[in-house]
């Protein structure tokens, strides 16, 4: 079975600093996808970053970057210059290609509040 | 080109009332996801359909709680007897045929909000 931990449940930044939102994760899986979105106060879902488990790279997508540590099962988001904007709840998750059955959906972990202050 | 649409919004439903939360996936795709979120919760998966097809629904309650996606129209999920627990955010995401596979990011909607008074 696959799982997610987020450890921060709350997270303080201040505007145009950087800061690092934790994500590790567990897996028996070879093979397996990392994600992070953003869920603003009006609630939709919003698709940041991808990592796939085999990438040599670290991920990165403007502002947003991912820092994997495969052998630490870990996948932390880093935002660079953060805004007000990035204020939200951010969810990690992954999504893995199980032995049986269709298990191509995803594992969300419990989110982490971002607080940017101005 | 319209993305995942989920309506209503926000729906409020008295106790025992039933529930019927409709998603749109986005155009060319036929397979359908639906998360349920809640309070202050991630996501957590309650169903996998294709058109007229249910091919996992292991994170369903047993009792009350149905899902269907008709070969013609949107998926729909149904609650029967809604109770207050049932109040949560209902996500739908939708995917291409075939999936891309583990890389494959979904697109969600943007969420039926349940409110059980």
């Known amino acids: 079975a696959q799982k997610i931990t987020q450890t921060q449940p709350g997270m303080f930044v201040q505007e145009k600093e950087a800061v690092t939102l934790d994500c590790t994760y567990d897996?028996?899986?070879?093979?397996?996808?990392l994600f992070w979105y953003k869920q603003p106060s009006s609630g939709e879902m919003i698709f940041l970053i991808y990592?796939?488990?085999?990438?040599?790279q670290n991920a990165t997508e403007g502002r947003y970057s991912l820092n994997f540590q495969k052998a630490r099962k870990s996948a932390n988001l880093v935002i660079s210059a953060s805004q007000l904007g990035d204020s939200a709840m951010y969810f990690c998750?992954?999504?893995?290609?199980?032995?049986?059955?269709?298990?191509?959906?995803?594992?969300f972990g419990p989110g982490t509040r971002l607080s940017v202050l101005p | 080109n319209a993305g995942v649409m989920q309506n209503p919004r926000h729906l409020v439903r008295r106790r025992g009332q039933e529930a019927r939360l409709r998603c749109s996936p986005m155009?060319?795709?036929?397979?359908v996801y639906w998360y349920r979120q809640l309070p202050e919760e991630g996501l957590k998966f309650m169903v996998y359909?294709?058109?007229?097809?249910?091919?996992?629904e292991s994170g369903m309650p047993k009792e009350r709680f149905s899902a269907e996606f008709p070969k013609e129209g949107p998926s729909i999920l149904r609650i029967q007897q809604v109770v207050r627990g049932d109040s949560a955010a209902y996500f739908c995401?939708?995917?291409?045929?075939?999936?891309?596979?583990?890389?494959?990011?979904?697109?969600f909607g943007s969420g039926t909000r349940l409110t059980v008074v």
């Open positions: 998750a992954m999504r893995g290609m199980e032995e049986a059955g269709y298990g191509q959906n995803f594992v």
């Open positions: 990592q796939g488990s085999y990438d040599e």
């Open positions: 897996t028996s899986d070879q093979s397996y996808g």
């Open positions: 155009k060319g795709h036929s397979h």
């Open positions: 995401a939708s995917s291409p045929i075939p999936d891309s596979g583990f890389s494959y990011g979904y697109t």
């Open positions: 359909l294709q058109k007229e097809n249910i091919i996992d």
